[in-house]
């Protein structure tokens, strides 16, 4: 099992190292001429900075209560 997470460990080293590069790619890519691809981009470094929007629903109940008396 040390062996395990010693390599989740390292992947996880590696990843942080990449984050400043795929940061500046995203960043690239708010200027990209394709509008969808920009909204991607800019979704992904809100959702990262922010936090992800939450979602809201709605629900209906209907609670019927039966007494045994």
Same mark, same amino acid.
């Given at each position: 099992?040390? =062996?395990?997470? !010693? !390599?989740?460990? &390292?992947?996880?080293? +590696?990843? +942080?190292? &990449?984050?400043?590069?795929? #940061? %500046? #790619? &995203?960043? /690239?890519? &708010?200027? !990209?001429?394709?509008?969808? #691809?920009?909204?991607?981009?800019?979704? %992904?470094?809100? %959702? /990262?900075? $922010?936090? =992800?929007? /939450?979602?809201?629903?709605?629900?209906?109940?209907?609670?019927? $209560? =039966? +007494?045994?008396?």
């Amino acid at each position: 099992m040390a =062996k395990a997470e !010693a !390599a989740l460990e &390292l992947a996880e080293a +590696r990843i +942080r190292g &990449l984050a400043p590069r795929a #940061v %500046d #790619v &995203l960043e /690239r890519l &708010l200027t !990209a001429e394709s509008e969808s #691809v920009a909204l991607g981009a800019a979704r %992904d470094l809100t %959702d /990262r900075a $922010v936090g =992800k929007a /939450r979602e809201r629903a709605e629900m209906a109940a209907a609670i019927t $209560v =039966k +007494r045994p008396w």
